[in-house]
């Protein structure tokens, strides 16, 4: 199923929920890939 197909199938406030998450996810393997810019040592603990 295609992303297009998942956001009309489901409500809007659990896909706004999962974008949310899915922003959480990128910026979380972003400082996975640059640790020296992040504050990595905090999202760890």
């Keep these: 199923m295609g992303p ?3 956001l009309q199938r489901y409500p809007q ?3 706004l929920k999962q974008m949310e ?3 959480l ?3 979380l393997t972003q400082e ?3 640790p020296s ?3 990595l040592s ?3 603990s």
């Design 25 to 27: 996810l990128i910026n």
């Design 4 to 6: 297009l197909e998942w």
């Design 13 to 15: 406030s659990i896909c």
């Design 32 to 34: 996975l890939e640059h």
């Design 37 to 39: 810019s992040s504050n």
């Design 42 to 44: 905090m999202a760890v």
């Design 21 to 23: 998450y899915l922003v």
